[in-house]
């Protein structure tokens, strides 16, 4: 016999564990329990400080939503006006020493005339191509090609996927596109060139909140806060080193036993394998790839320049810097940096060079924060990305060789990005069912390994979405039709219906017409 016994216990306490949690305790049937390794809830959305005081996530974290239910769950965890920032996305691409409004293939009308030429050119083939072509992209190059053409790929679109991937266009497929990607309007690009325009806002992110205070992982930590203590193990009380799926009970470090009759994993698919001894689904997982991300933060004393503006995220495709993305964190709230009346010494220049004073000076003070991607196809040298980061800042105009730096900040994320390579679904396909044969259901990020619902709203889901699959069999939209839940506003499940309790003893039944 286990030491503990649930119903429904959760591996996790990232956006997809706590949307489980969240919804096991809002239905108040089965009896169930939440791990996680960490002292803190938030997964892959926390949030570091650093010993100055300036804030950075886990990579470009903003809070916009395609669902009621979760838009609830954050507003309960944090009600109040104050508690958050409303921001329009200001976002640039920047291509040879421009600044060229986000998408870029919306907007080759910034771009130099002998570029416009070549991006035209190549737009005009596509679309002539996509007029008689029967078949669909085979991978997310051709997909590339036929939608955007020749010139846009080779300027922008291939290079800059390739820095955040780490892995070639030719080796992804392209069923994940749906929103991500914008599709180029050629009658549209083409009048905005003549005309000498900018395309508006695109994207499902054009305006996005982000929590006033303690980065995206406070926004996680106040969800925990609105479940049950009893409910809840965390840190090395609640960190699993096995897994046996046929008994169905789940150890503890600390020797703790758990049984279990159902299992919602988060944790990334080719660890849990690995904690259940599954060689048959460890060789499986194998055929999954991913990618590691280093984050990468620069806190700058002084006022942000004016250069810099109010812009948001801004993207970098050109290989005169290590970074894909570079994040003004200190826009999205003045308490992403210490405030201006608190003084630190700078550590050294922009440029390397010695500061000419060690004594500590008030602020006030602005961050940047970066994403480098790395792979086994795209290798880093890790011990100079920061140096090389820095002078990247530099080559791309966004910091001056003679800026102060009183704050550096990296963490290497082993695993970051969940990539869509053409195995993918052959490989999950497979997999997953083989898991919920066994009665786990594995979901989230890495868990289920589908990029295009991952953010932050479609992870929460992911987890309230197998809960509700587990106690009534309702159908999981997010995992199986991606387009589906991105396409629409997803209002059925709100936060204040009710529910018959079914009592804990049991996982109850679906209840007839």
């Known amino acids: 016999m286990a030491d503990i016994n649930v119903d429904v216990l959760v591996i996790g306490a990232g956006p997809t564990g706590l949307g489980a949690a969240k919804r096991l305790n809002h239905i108040n049937g089965p009896s169930w329990l939440i791990l996680d390794a960490n002292e803190k809830a938030g997964g892959l959305a926390s949030t570091d400080v650093t010993p100055e005081g300036f804030l950075y996530d886990v990579g470009g974290h903003v809070i916009f939503s395609h669902y009621k239910y979760f838009d609830d769950c954050l507003d309960e965890a944090l009600p109040k006006d104050d508690d958050w920032y409303t921001h329009q996305r200001i976002s640039y691409v920047r291509y040879k020493g421009l600044w060229v409004p986000y998408p870029f293939q919306n907007n080759i009308s910034m771009l130099p005339k002998e570029d416009q030429v070549k991006c035209i050119d190549g737009l005009i083939d596509a679309a002539m191509t996509a007029q008689v072509s029967k078949t669909k992209p085979k991978d997310f190059d051709e997909w590339i090609l036929r939608v955007c053409g020749e010139g846009v790929a080779d300027i922008f679109m291939r290079p800059y996927n390739y820095k955040v991937w780490a892995v070639p266009t030719t080796k992804m497929q392209c069923e994940w596109l749906g929103e991500r990607v914008a599709a180029p309007n050629l009658k549209m690009v083409t009048k905005n060139v003549i005309l000498n325009q900018v395309a508006g806002n695109w994207g499902p992110n054009a305006t996005f909140r982000f929590p006033a205070r303690d980065g995206t992982g406070g926004i996680w930590i106040a969800v925990s806060n609105t479940l049950p203590e009893e409910k809840k193990r965390y840190g090395q009380k609640g960190e699993v080193t096995k897994v046996d799926a046929q008994k169905k009970i789940v150890t503890l470090k600390d020797g703790t036993t758990i049984g279990y009759g159902k299992l919602i994993n988060t944790m990334a698919v080719n660890q849990l394998v690995e904690k259940m001894g599954d060689q048959e689904l460890i060789s499986l997982s194998k055929g999954l790839y991913y990618s590691s991300t280093h984050v990468i933060g620069v806190g700058i004393r002084g006022e942000r320049p004016e250069r810099i503006g109010d812009k948001c995220w801004l993207y970098f495709p050109e290989d005169n810097c290590p970074f894909y993305r570079a994040t003004i964190f200190s826009n999205y709230s003045p308490y992403n940096q210490p405030q201006a009346d608190v003084k630190l010494p700078t550590l050294y220049n922009a440029d390397g060079s010695k500061a000419k004073s060690s004594e500590p000076k008030e602020g006030p003070y602005w961050s940047i924060m970066l994403e480098v991607s790395q792979s086994t196809m795209k290798p880093v040298d890790e011990a100079n990305l920061l140096k090389d980061c820095i002078q990247g800042l530099i080559n791309t105009e966004m910091i001056k060789p003679d800026d102060e730096i009183v704050s550096t900040y990296h963490r290497k994320f082993h695993q970051g990005y969940p990539t869509p390579t053409l195995e993918r679904e052959g490989v999950l396909k497979q997999l997953l069912p ?49 387009d589906f839940v991105n396409m629409r506003q997803n209002t059925e499940r709100r936060l204040v219906q009710g529910f018959f309790n079914a009592g804990s003893s049991s996982i109850p039944s679906r209840p007839k017409a």
């Open 434 to 482: 083989k898991l919920q044969d066994l009665d786990i259901w594995s979901r989230g990020r890495f868990g289920s390994w589908r990029y295009e619902v991952g953010n932050q709203d479609h992870s929460f889901m992911l987890g309230v979405e197998a809960v509700d699959n587990i106690v009534n069999g309702a159908v999981e939209l997010t995992l199986n039709y991606p």
